[in-house]
């Protein structure tokens, strides 16, 4: 079946980085865009960023643009996220998340569990 | 940006009650680019409509979605015990793509 599994959480100081991956199986990886989408503890969800099914086109939130960069490895079937100059404010729950088609403007049919970012000193 | 406000923040009902959440953008969202999704505690969220009125894979049909331009409506027909959580809106038609702030449908 269709599964998207993240891994590379953890805790980090102000400034430091942290790369997260989403190993996705059961469907054709190189077809669909992928996203990343986090929710900070006790709020709602947040778009973070988006690449297009062959890694061409890439969206960032005005939260995140600079620091935080998506990327995928269609050969690997794996999506990327390389969160550099982190603040207490990316502490979060990332979701990978998967479009329902290409490009960005479809909805967000399967969602990963979730890997958790605690920025903290 | 578009802005999407929920109402009401919380919703408390009885299970077989129907429970009408609502989602008002701050600018007209093309009716193909607005979805629904639930989330329950210590889950990922869920699809549930996309296109603002059809429903995902294994969707029960108790919930349908609707609207058009800036207001659009979730609508839970019969509200089972596992329907209590957190319902957010979304607009993927224009870029940054937003959520609401979500909904919390709770028993009464």
């Known amino acids: 079946q269709v599964q998207l599994v993240e891994s590379g959480g953890g805790v980090v100081q102000p400034g430091g980085s942290l790369r997260l991956s989403c190993a996705a199986s059961?469907?054709?990886?190189?077809?669909?865009?992928m996203h990343w989408v986090r929710q900070a503890p006790g709020r709602g969800l947040e778009w973070v960023t988006f690449?297009?099914?062959?890694?061409?086109?890439?969206y960032y939130a005005a939260s995140v643009r600079g620091r935080l960069t998506i990327s995928r490895d269609n050969s690997k079937n794996t999506l990327y996220l390389q969160m550099n100059s982190l603040r207490r404010e990316d502490t979060a729950v990332y979701y990978c998340?998967?479009?329902?088609?290409?490009?960005?403007?479809?909805?967000?049919?399967?969602w990963g569990k979730g890997t958790t970012v605690t920025v903290s000193s | 940006e578009t802005v999407l406000t929920q109402s009401p923040g919380t919703l408390s009902l009885s299970p077989g009650e129907r429970a009408t959440l609502s989602c008002r953008a701050s600018?007209?969202?093309?009716?193909?680019?607005f979805a629904w999704y639930q989330q329950k505690p210590g889950q990922a969220p869920r699809l549930l409509i996309y296109g603002s009125s059809n429903r995902a894979t294994g969707i029960p049909d108790r919930f349908s979605g609707s609207g058009s331009g800036t207001d659009f409506t979730l609508t839970i027909s019969r509200l089972e015990p596992e329907d209590f959580a957190v319902y957010y809106c979304q607009q993927y038609g224009s870029s940054p793509i937003t959520f609401g702030p979500g909904t919390k449908v709770d028993i009464k």
């Open positions: 600018q007209s969202v093309g009716s193909s680019y």
């Open positions: 690449i297009r099914f062959d890694g061409g086109n890439k």
């Open positions: 059961g469907f054709t990886f190189s077809d669909y865009g």
């Open positions: 998340v998967k479009a329902d088609g290409g490009y960005l403007y479809y909805d967000m049919d399967v």
